[in-house]
């Protein structure tokens, strides 16, 4: 079964902080110069929003974030088409991008400092109520599947997988942590 | 994980007729794919479903260097001209008369998460929009928002748009009476209504409860009511000041009085007359004299009040009409709790503030409307969460969206105020100011718009953030006055209502393109929108901050006594006010600063080769081919029943294809033809088939005959073959019925002909 739409976030260090309208023209230079995978088409300003979504860089296939949501800055990878029916695949190919989003900003030479950000957290989210709706035994059905992805991703460190059960209203949520990651 | 769809998954919940809808439209969709369905037809469908186009979807995009081509999948495959099928769309929703409960503010964040970017905006008509919508979920958008019966039906294309209403309806201290039930009333009865369904433009309804306040803005509207009662036989009855003829759009202009007391039964058969009148002489080739406005001042009102009159003697009855009146009688909005006071309650720090501006007292002794003041008129689905939470917590089902952008929470005991605050804290929705110059309206402008020119939204955000950091410290004579911003001239924005406006445009300095904005003041937003602003002047985008500086310090410094902004406006005048202006249009060089030549909130160096052709003054489809079009569906439907392998469905769905396509014809004739399928069948034989109007060259009446065969003797035991057999007629019978009408209108423009 073919998820809708998943999402992948991951973390700024505690400590460090994010101009958003540095990031603007970031975003802008990465559709022009096709700088991360995906169909790139626009860029979206929500600055004005509280802890809201930041910076958008919109696709047709897959979004690339600076989300400040919940208080916590983080690139925001969404994979909106042609996900597969392969949830390991989808993952791999979803962290993969990510990555490239993350390093592309470390690198980033206009952006003083340099965002950095953390290697031992990430929150997935299953965007789809139908297939994936926010409850324990959803969260059971992939669990293993997230779990076998996880340790090979954070390969070599003890990870742990936790479902986000603190309101069933919003979508599927996993907080994956690596502990000792380097 | 599971299999099923949202079609199965919500059937039992769903109105079956939002049901209906909604799978003819998709089955629509289905004919697009397959090129069954003209790009013209197919755009204006989605755009009576609401579901709209947005900025680069013609596959280009300039990126601050070059124009860049956007490649989709989908290649060649168009939702409409020159719109790409994959490119993100806006799906636009109507919330008839502003109306939320908490279980459709849940919903409403899921579909933000689910098909677009998190983020719900409220309109300046009520309405919310998500933006970066692809076709291919609307479908299920739909089916999604029907379960708690939110219709999507009519939110755009040459339709009968969301009716408005003050958002404080019903409790206001000020109001005759409560309009709320007689916006739904109207909204309701013009859905999808037949008489609606062939206009030129689109046409926008509101309601006021008094006439002295800005809530309703009626006379800027298509058609409006304002609230009155008059003695009648000894007797109070309730009734409306009806006007009619107004809008904004480039060329602004007030409604006219139409009538200054029409009775609560003639509400509706007067609008249905009005309707009727507009769709048969209203302008329709010309794009941009289409809307009523231009009909109402070309004729003049007295003879636009004439030929409404004499229409309303010709309809036939509807018991519609006053049945809605039942409901008014029995509307009644109610409270969560009984009402306390604040007396004494601990205030948090920001409370007062907030109170001042985002709080009134209701006539409903003990109560308060609370309205949360939305940055830009956005929320995030997590904040709309939090919102619905609050609104079970301390409003119930009393949740109005506004038209200055705003979600307004009614029937909130005073002393739940302080608490409420706090909770509004936390989901960061806070924010003083409503109503005030820091609560900025702007349309979505070069963000998403195809029309936009300049950022009225970044804008818009710069204006706020400047004016919040300001606000503690601005002169009360300036503290609520009223800014909008619109990205072009077409003012979905209002800024001609507002005390300061704006509007994008562009100016040449050398080779470069600079974004301005025209400056519009002295609107009136009280008194209904009672007059509209003077353009002053062009100014660069970058200097618009300055511009309101030195405006509002000027009232401040000059203001004669109590004197009103509009009546500054008008004292000064406009070759005054030119000169004020002067010093900021001046734009420095490209090597002085380089800013000027982007745009607020996009680095790109400023272009307009971006602007599309935008789909709000789309082509007008004719009536038949609107409605051929859903018979096209219904036959699409009963080949996907017969492929499940239900015979009696797919028998029904196939005679139902026949019978619309034969009213598709009879309409465009005798409107008033109804539903009723022997009437249509008696119709069509009558007008089409005795005429012979509707005989092939080669097959003469065969096609017909199919029709008249399976109306006067239907299948009692259908079976694979027959339904099959029945689907291939009822295509065929669509075909001649699509050739019939293409004869007609040719004959018809043939005789126009001079």
């Known amino acids: 079964m073919e998820l809708h739409r998943i999402s992948i976030k991951l973390y700024l260090e505690p400590d460090a902080s994010v101009d958003l309208a540095a990031i603007m023209p970031v975003f802008h230079a990465w ?6 995978p995906g169909m790139l088409i626009d860029v979206a300003d929500y600055r004005h929003m509280i802890d809201g979504p930041g910076i958008i860089l919109i696709g047709h296939d897959v979004d690339y974030a600076l989300d400040m949501t919940g208080g916590r800055p983080g690139l925001l990878y969404t994979r909106k088409r042609g996900i597969g029916v392969d949830l390991n695949d989808a993952l791999r190919a979803g962290f993969a991008a990510a990555m490239t989003a993350v390093h592309t ?9 340099p965002p950095k950000f953390r290697n031992d957290q990430a929150t997935l989210t299953l965007l789809d109520r139908l297939h994936a709706p926010n409850n324990k035994a959803a969260f059971e059905r992939v669990r293993g599947v997230v779990e076998a992805f996880a340790a090979q991703f954070y390969e070599g460190v003890s990870i742990s997988v936790e479902h986000d059960a603190v309101d069933d209203r919003r979508p599927l949520s996993i907080h994956i942590a690596a502990q000792g990651a380097s | 994980m599971s299999t099923a769809s949202w079609k199965q998954t919500l059937a039992e919940r769903t109105p079956e007729h939002l049901a209906h809808e909604v799978d003819v439209y998709e089955g629509q969709i289905e004919l697009k794919r397959q090129g069954k369905i003209d790009d013209k037809v197919f755009a204006e469908t989605r755009l009576r479903r609401g579901a709209y186009g947005q900025r680069y979807d013609n596959g280009r995009r300039h990126d601050g260097v070059k124009e860049q081509s956007l490649d989709y999948p989908t290649g ?8 790409i099928w994959d490119a993100p769309g806006m799906q636009r929703i109507k919330i008839p008369f502003g109306g939320l409960n908490p279980e459709q503010m849940d919903l409403l964040a899921e579909l933000a998460e689910e098909y677009s970017d998190c983020v719900l905006h409220v309109t300046t008509r009520q309405d919310f929009q998500l933006h970066y919508i692809h076709i291919d979920d609307t479908p299920d958008l739909m089916r999604r928002l029907a379960s708690v019966n939110i219709t999507t039906r009519e939110a755009c294309g040459n339709s009968v748009r969301n009716v408005t209403c003050c958002p404080i309806a019903g409790v206001c201290r000020d109001e005759t009476f409560d309009v709320t039930p007689y916006a739904k009333a109207l909204a309701y009865f013009l859905l999808g209504h037949p008489d609606c369904q062939d206009f030129g433009r689109k046409f926008k309804p509101a309601f006021s409860g008094c006439a002295e306040h800005a809530c309703g803005l009626v006379t800027m509207h298509d058609v409006g009511f304002v609230a009155k009662v008059r003695e009648i036989g000894g007797k109070k009855r309730r009734g409306f000041a009806l006007y009619v003829g107004g809008g904004l759009g480039a060329v602004p202009h007030r409604a006219q009085l139409f009538d200054d007391f029409v009775t609560e039964q003639e509400m509706l058969p007067l609008v249905q007359s009005i309707a009727r009148v507009f769709a048969r002489i209203g302008e329709k080739r010309n794009r941009n004299r289409a809307r009523i406005k231009f009909l109402v001042a070309k004729l003049g009102i007295e003879e636009f009040r004439k030929l409404v009159l004499e229409e309303r003697k010709t309809l036939p009855h509807d018991e519609r009409w006053t049945a809605y009146l039942a409901d008014v009688a029995d509307h009644h909005e109610s409270a969560l709790k009984d009402a306390v006071q604040l007396n004494g309650q601990p205030r948090p720090e920001g409370f007062a503030q907030w109170e001042e501006t985002n709080v009134y007292k209701q006539r409903q002794a003990g109560y308060a409307t609370a309205t949360v003041n939305l ?6 689905s997590d904040q709309m969460r939090g919102l619905s939470n609050i609104a079970r917590r301390y409003a119930g089902e009393n949740v109005r969206t506004t038209v200055e952008q705003n979600i307004v929470l009614r029937w909130i005991i005073e002393a739940d105020l302080p608490a409420l605050y706090k909770d509004l804290e936390t989901i960061g929705l806070a924010d003083p100011g409503a109503g005030t110059i820091v ?5 979505p402008g070069t963000d998403t718009c195809k029309l936009g020119i300049a950022s009225s939204r970044g804008l818009a955000g710069e204006l706020r953030t400047q004016l919040t950091a300001k606000s503690a410290a601005l002169p009360d004579a300036i503290k609520d006055l009223k800014i909008k911003i619109s990205g072009c001239f077409n003012s979905c924005g209002q800024h001609h ?6 509007y ?5 300095i050398g080779n470069y393109t600079v974004p301005h904005f025209q400056v519009v003041v002295g609107g009136q937003w009280h008194e209904n929108a009672a007059t509209y602003g003077l353009a002053v002047g062009a100014v660069p985008s970058k200097a618009i901050p300055q511009v309101i500086d030195a405006l509002t310090q000027q009232f401040v410094d000059q203001r004669q006594r109590g004197e009103r902004f509009q009546d500054f406006i008008g004292r000064l005048g406009r070759k005054s006010l030119r000169a004020m202006l002067e010093p900021f249009m001046a734009v420095p060089t490209h090597e002085q600063d380089a800013s000027y030549y982007t745009d607020w909130g996009d680095p790109r160096e400023f272009t307009i080769g971006d602007m599309g052709v935008g789909e709000c003054a789309g082509e007008v489809v004719s009536l038949s081919s609107m409605e051929l079009s859903k018979a096209e569906s219904e036959a699409f439907e009963a080949q996907v029943a017969l492929d499940e392998g239900k015979y009696d469905e797919a028998d029904r769905l196939a005679y139902r294809a026949m019978v619309l396509g034969a009213r598709a014809l009879v309409i465009a004739q005798f409107l008033d ?8 069948v008696d119709e069509f034989r009558k007008r089409f088939y005795i005429t012979e109007l509707f005989f092939d060259k080669y097959a003469k009446g065969k096609f017909a005959q199919y029709l008249f065969d399976r109306h006067e003797s239907p299948n009692p035991n259908p079976e694979h073959e027959s339904a099959h057999r029945l689907i291939e007629e009822a295509q065929l019978f669509i075909e001649a019925a699509h050739a019939c009408d293409i004869r007609v209108t040719a004959a018809s423009m043939d005789n126009a002909t001079p």
């Open chain 1, 31 to 36: 559709i022009r110069d096709k700088r991360v």
């Open chain 1, 105 to 113: 900003l470390e690198q980033e030479k206009s952006l003083t400092p």
């Open chain 2, 76 to 83: 060649e495959l168009t939702k409409g001209t020159e719109t």
């Open chain 2, 375 to 380: 940055p830009l008129g956005d929320l995030s």
């Open chain 2, 439 to 443: 609560d900025i309206t702007a349309c």
């Open chain 2, 497 to 502: 209502v507002s005390d300061i406006g704006f």
């Open chain 2, 504 to 508: 994008g445009n562009s100016r040449k």
């Open chain 2, 673 to 680: 033809v109804g539903d009723d399928p022997q009437r249509i």
